[in-house]
């Protein structure tokens, strides 16, 4: 069984920065690849971003490229999304996911990933 543990979610101005962390409690096959979605306040959870640890080339959604970052730290054995210029419509909570797919790119559908983690709030004023 794998446990994943977010932190980093808060309050934050538009404009604004957030860095979320994810740790799995152990480095198995089921956490190949691991990825955050969010689901806002009266909507369907979504895919935001997602990475290989083998290192393969991240993955991300259109509506945050340019502006998060994935990326995950092996000594560690943490997975961080950097938010930079957040805006309202990023206010959800978000959710840090695990993955047994070894594919060059990470998955990006909910249906894909195994584990998942509590969620954090992350709420983005205006």
């Known amino acids: 069984q794998v446990q994943l543990v977010e932190s980093g979610g808060g309050l934050v101005q538009a404009g604004g920065s957030l860095l979320l962390s994810c740790a799995p409690t152990g480095r198995t096959k089921s956490t190949a690849a691991m990825g955050w979605f969010r689901q806002g306040p009266g909507s369907e959870r979504e895919f935001v971003a997602a990475?290989?640890?083998?290192?393969?080339?991240?993955a991300y959604a259109d509506f945050v490229k340019g502006r998060f970052t994935i990326s995950r730290d092996s000594a560690k054995n943490t997975m961080y999304l950097q938010m930079n210029s957040l805006k309202p419509e990023d206010t959800s909570v978000y959710y840090c996911?695990?993955?047994?797919?070894?594919?060059?790119?990470?998955?990006?559908?909910?249906?894909?990933?195994?584990?998942w983690g509590q969620g954090t709030q992350v709420t983005v004023s205006s």
């Open positions: 996911a695990a993955s047994p797919r070894t594919d060059y790119y990470p998955p990006s559908r909910q249906i894909e990933y195994a584990y």
């Open positions: 990475i290989t640890w083998s290192g393969g080339e991240p």
